[in-house]
């Protein structure tokens, strides 16, 4: 079993799939009467770090690994001396690129790894015509799960497995900037300016401050396409485009359970 020590729990949410996760495994988390912090991982600093309390980490899965932001803030986590760490990103599709990743990054910066998970949510891409009671399940499946992992971590049950050179050849796609570059092309943030109100909430809510009201929001060559600006939209004026004959656009998501304030960083 863990040690009874508060959690320090790390994240990055997007549409609000991984925010729900992260809520969920906090409430389990206090039935076992441990302490939760959630701290948005755009805001870590070194100086505010707690190498005594346990560090949760969670984020979604972009390019079969993670957002940029996210490799970043993995980054400058600091040299420990065997701090006990845990991870859980949430997914539509499949990741590969990610935890046996972490996994490495973490043991060389000093960290005890005990438990890593991957759970199901729904796309924030492909919504259009979706049935919102299986979206509903599906959530309420994946926050199940999400439960179960925070009772295995303190119960010292969870396992972080670790597959060497394949995962992390696979990371490299999410890690480098020539994908990023391509998928921006094939996919962008448009915005439909009848329906912006101009309130500045995709502007305070963009993690990398990409975004500046010129008056009306304008997005910069930096997007990671993390859909945090369409989600807080309170009139879907902005909409995430494929770049192809049909002009085809994923309707806006966020996730079912979610404020927009919520997802303001």
Not at 101 to 117: S, Y
């Amino acid at each position: 079993m863990i040690e009874k020590k508060p959690i320090d729990f790390y994240y990055f949410s997007g549409t609000g799939n991984t925010y729900l996760v992260v809520k969920a495994m906090k409430d389990a988390f206090e039935k076992h009467e441990l302490e939760v912090n959630l701290l948005p991982l755009v805001r870590f600093t070194e100086s505010g770090f707690n190498e005594n309390n346990i560090v949760g980490l969670a984020f979604p899965v972009a390019a079969q690994g993670t957002y940029p932001l996210c490799w970043e803030f993995l980054n400058k986590l600091p040299q420990v001396n065997g701090t006990q760490i845990f991870m859980v990103d949430t997914l539509a599709g499949i990741s590969g690129g990610i935890v046996g990743p972490v996994k490495k990054i973490l043991r060389k910066k000093g960290f005890t790894t005990i438990g890593a998970k991957e759970i199901r949510m729904p796309s924030n891409y492909f919504t259009k015509g979706k049935n919102k009671e299986k979206i509903i399940k599906m959530i309420k499946t994946g926050k199940g799960e999400a439960k179960k992992f925070a009772d295995d971590i303190v119960n010292g049950t969870s396992g972080w497995a670790r597959i060497p050179v394949f995962s992390d050849l696979l990371s490299l796609l999410s890690k480098s900037n020539m994908v990023w570059q391509f998928m921006r092309k094939m996919t962008n943030i448009k915005l439909d300016t009848n329906l912006c109100t101009l309130c500045d909430l995709c502007e305070k809510a963009c993690p990398i401050n990409n975004i500046v009201l010129k008056p009306y929001p304008t997005i910069n060559n930096r997007c990671q396409l993390c859909q945090k600006c369409i989600a807080v939209c309170p009139t879907e004026a902005l909409i995430c485009a494929f770049k192809n004959k049909d002009g085809k656009a994923y309707t806006p998501y966020r996730a079912k359970g979610v404020a927009p304030d919520e997802l303001i960083d």
